[in-house]
């Protein structure tokens, strides 16, 4: 690296954010992960003022009813509370530059979809608003794909599935470019949800969400049981209605998942159908690689090797690798320039998802 380069990167850091469902995450190429929090806000419910952002306002969820408010601002893959995801990037932005030189950051994103074209571009000044010197969007798989260490630029097909809190995302791309993409709002959301229905309907047991969650994290997984001992949990004991105890089989919690997976490998399996047989026949060596929180469910690369014929990995740290893809893809004049030519494409793709992509290059 030149000396200006170095001194660049110093002054002007760049910066890779993913705005996730459950997580926001932020990557500097030269300092590493510096933030990553949950992407939860808690407001006062009186005057809707800010009490808490990231990890002090997940624990009070469910602990202060009716007083405080606690949101998650991006739900099932969409912005559902537009106020709180403004507030969720502007104090993630700022605590990860808090220590940091922050003359115009370079910054990189990666959003869910919004509601309305004003909310979009709204959002996108929020990231600006840190970052003007670039701001780019790109989607969650690419930069899932790069995060994840693949050779995106080659000729030879390479696969990721990224399963987030609220959605997963699945792309074949090839010559840094997407070749087959979809995506599915089914994620860890949607299995905490089941663990609880599960819960409720056989046991009649109720546990919170955050409960439903841990449970999942600890007993999770998919395909053949790993033969783990029972989780115990409280909640509530619905014949009795009061508080209690109970050790779940990790059993109850892998037939509760088992729905959602199975739509994950349907959806896996749609991509594979929709990519050309060159390259379908290069997955067969090049794999498919695991993002996401979903990745670290205990047998589900086995699950998804045997169920799609195609040899399938986790990324090391999966939590972190879109954060990190979108932080390489802006130090990467390369990539940057590889990635221009498909500028339309990923237009398109972001307007079928009703966000513009924007480009500011000011080099
Ligand atoms: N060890 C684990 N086993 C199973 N699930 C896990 C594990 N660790 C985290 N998760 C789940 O992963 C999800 C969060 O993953 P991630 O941070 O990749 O999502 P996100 O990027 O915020 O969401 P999205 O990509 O949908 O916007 C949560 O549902 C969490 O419960
Ligand atoms: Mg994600």
Redesign the pocket.
Same mark, same amino acid.
């Given at each position: 690296m030149s000396v200006l380069s170095s001194l660049r990167s110093t002054l002007s850091p760049d910066i890779g954010i993913?705005l996730?469902?459950?997580?926001t995450v932020i990557y500097d190429r030269e300092a590493g992960i510096i933030a990553s929090e949950p992407?939860v806000v808690a407001f006062q419910h009186s005057d809707r003022s800010v009490v808490a952002v990231g990890n002090a306002a997940k624990v009070l969820d469910g602990r202060a009813p009716g007083r405080i408010d606690v949101v998650r601002p991006?739900k099932g893959?969409t912005i559902s509370d537009f106020v709180g995801a403004h507030t969720l990037i502007t104090t993630m932005i700022d605590r990860a530059l808090a220590t940091r030189p922050r003359i115009a950051p370079r910054i990189i994103a990666c959003v869910?979809g919004c509601a309305t074209d004003i909310e979009c571009k709204a959002i996108e000044e929020a990231v600006r608003a840190a970052g003007p010197r670039t701001t780019i969007f790109v989607p969650?798989a690419v930069a899932a794909a790069i995060g994840a260490g693949l050779d995106v630029t080659s000729t030879r097909g390479r696969m990721v599935i990224?399963i @987030? #809190? =609220?959605?997963t995302e699945i792309a074949v791309l090839a010559l840094s470019g997407i070749v087959a993409m979809h995506s599915i709002k089914i994620?860890?959301?949607t299995f905490?949800a089941a663990v609880g229905a599960k819960l409720r309907n056989d046991e009649r047991f109720s546990v919170g969400v955050l409960t439903a969650?841990r449970l999942?994290?600890e007993r999770?997984y998919a395909g053949r049981p790993p033969g783990r001992e029972p989780y115990s949990v409280s909640g509530i004991d619905m014949n009795l209605m009061r508080p209690g105890r109970r050790a779940i089989d990790e059993r109850l919690v892998g037939e509760a998942m088992h729905d959602a997976i199975d739509a994950i490998v349907r959806a896996a399996w749609s991509i594979l159908e929709a990519t050309p047989p060159d390259l379908a026949a290069d997955l067969m060596e090049t794999g498919i690689t695991l993002t @996401? #929180? =979903?990745a670290?469910?205990p047998g589900l690369a086995g699950e998804i090797s045997v169920r799609t014929n195609v040899p399938t990995t986790v990324a090391d740290e999966p939590?972190l690798a879109?954060a990190r893809g979108a932080g390489e893809i802006l130090a990467s004049p390369s990539l940057l320039e590889h990635m221009r030519p498909h500028a339309d494409r990923l237009t398109r793709w972001y307007q079928s998802l009703r966000i513009g992509m924007t480009e500011s290059f000011s080099r």
């Open positions: 993913d996730g469902t459950a997580n992407s991006l893959g869910p969650q990224d @987030g #809190g =609220g959605t994620g860890g959301d905490d969650e999942k994290i999770g @996401g #929180g =979903g670290l469910i939590l879109v």
